[in-house]
């Protein structure tokens, strides 16, 4: 791709991808020409699923429906991922006024970590019936039995 196409890192544990996720990249589809979706390893947290798992999930959800999605995994920073992919947009969900926050000060963070890096953040909101959905809660309820299907797309359907 050519340096005019506008291209976004969405990172995430994606553990399992919910319809919150699936909401953000198909509203960011109508902005960039590819996305890639990053799934980080996040050290805070004790992963469910494997790195691989996660991967054909996030593919059978949106590769035979989208050209434009790519999909990867990384360690460490996810700005260093960004800058390693040369890309120019950060895409973040929100969901409620702590993940702004946080998102925030994750902007701001990267901005004084990488003071050369010309790397924007672009926050878009999930959509009102999806904005609860947490993967946290999601393997929660997996883990305990319940019905989590309401909150996944089909590809993680177990």
Request: charged share 25%; hydrophobic share 40%; aromatic share 14%.
């Amino acid at each position: 791709m050519n340096n005019n196409h506008k291209i976004a890192v969405f990172p995430g544990s994606f553990d399992p991808i919910t319809l919150g996720h699936c909401d953000i990249v198909f509203s960011a589809l109508r902005l960039f020409d590819k996305i890639i979706i990053a799934i980080g390893d996040n050290s805070k947290k004790k992963s469910m699923f494997s790195i691989e798992k996660r991967k054909i999930w996030i593919y059978k959800t949106f590769l035979n429906k989208c050209s434009k999605i790519e999909v990867d995994s990384f360690n460490g920073l996810t700005i260093s991922f960004c800058i390693k992919k040369k890309v120019k947009f950060l895409l973040r969900g929100i969901r409620n006024h702590l993940d702004f926050e946080f998102e925030k000060e994750m902007f701001f963070f990267n901005k004084k970590l990488n003071k050369n890096s010309k790397i924007e953040t672009i926050c878009i909101f999930s959509s009102y019936d999806n904005f609860f959905i947490r993967s946290s809660m999601v393997r929660d309820v997996m883990k305990k039995g319940g019905n989590y299907t309401v909150f996944v797309p089909q590809s993680v359907r177990i």
